[in-house]
């Protein structure tokens, strides 16, 4: 059993424990409070911004608005065979995108990334990676990946201006497709993959053309998608990458509450336990008065 220092001591790390592990949950829900609200409200401007785009891909490769709304209300996929435009495309370029987060005790967030780019890299081994946040560049310099990997970092504060060089990098691929933990609530959170070269345009079954568009584009659609088509991908780059990192916040938030429960809980067990040997140790002393007493 142990001694009523060793208790003692053990009782000051949990202590220390719980009060670090409390600090960090108050400071991932400040954060995460904070980013929430800025997230849920530009949500509905990118998803309007990236249907704009993608209706006006359509109308130009020949689709009309009731084509578009009746693909996207159906939500077929693109058959064997049928031929899908893509903006510049460049053959066999193709990238993945892999955000992370650049500090551990934050739950199993990263796991659960690293958990599912394992397969994607089994599907696209040809595919250039690029990886922002520490963690996610730690496992890709492990000696059992073999993919092309490029580290990219992202400040704290950061701005589309800011992901220039990463945004530019749009119109040499294909195909780039971007792995990230989408937030859905304070408990829960989703990792997906989307495609943010062509937003949802992959989705796209094309059809016969119905008739003219109903808008009149000047100077042409082509300069009009040129002209607007990068800026609204990095504004939804930017807001996906806001959006990872309020799941981040989310998740350091339950795994340190998890965290400081956790301390409090041992801390009580180990007070109880303090308790009983100083207990045991009182009555063994007041056994010996006794005992000495009647020598005496």
């Not at 954060?31 to 949500?43: C, I, Y």
């Not at 607007?228 to 991908?233: A, D, N």
Request: glycine share 8%; hydrophobic share 40%; charged share 25%.
């Amino acid at each position: 059993m142990s001694t009523l220092n060793e208790i003692k001591e053990q009782m000051i790390v949990v202590g220390s424990v719980g009060e670090f592990t409390n600090a960090l949950q108050q400071i991932a829900t400040i954060h995460m409070v904070k980013l929430r609200d800025r997230v849920l409200a530009s949500r509905p401007f990118v998803q309007l911004a990236n249907e704009m785009l993608m209706e006006l891909s359509g109308i130009r490769n020949g689709m009309t608005s009731a084509d578009l709304l009746a693909i996207e209300q159906k939500g077929k996929r693109v058959k064997k065979g049928e031929k899908v435009a893509m903006p510049n495309p460049a053959k066999g370029a193709e990238a993945v995108i892999v955000i992370s987060s650049n500090q551990g005790l934050i739950g199993p967030y990263n796991q659960e990334i690293i958990k599912k780019l394992r397969p994607l890299m089994e599907q696209k081994p040809n595919a250039d990676y690029y990886v922002i946040g520490k963690k996610g560049q730690e496992f890709f310099k492990g000696k059992r990946v073999t993919v092309k990997s490029y580290p990219y970092q992202v400040p704290e504060d950061f701005t589309i201006e800011t992901l220039h060089g990463l945004i530019s990098l749009f119109d040499y691929y294909s195909q780039m497709t971007l792995l990230y933990s989408r937030y859905l609530n304070s408990a829960k959170r989703e990792v997906v993959t989307v495609s943010i070269v062509s937003p949802h345009e992959d989705e796209l079954i094309l059809s016969e053309r119905k008739g003219s568009g109903a808008y009149t584009f000047e100077p042409d659609i082509d300069q009009l998608i040129d002209g607007v088509s990068q800026k609204l991908r990095g504004a939804l780059f930017q807001q996906q990458l806001f959006d990872a990192r309020l799941a981040q916040n989310s998740s350091q938030m339950i795994g340190m509450k998890s965290a400081s429960d956790n301390a409090v809980g041992l801390l009580a067990d180990l007070r109880q336990e303090y308790n009983k040997a100083r207990r045991k140790m009182i009555d063994k002393k007041i056994g010996e008065v006794f005992a000495g007493s009647a020598l005496w």
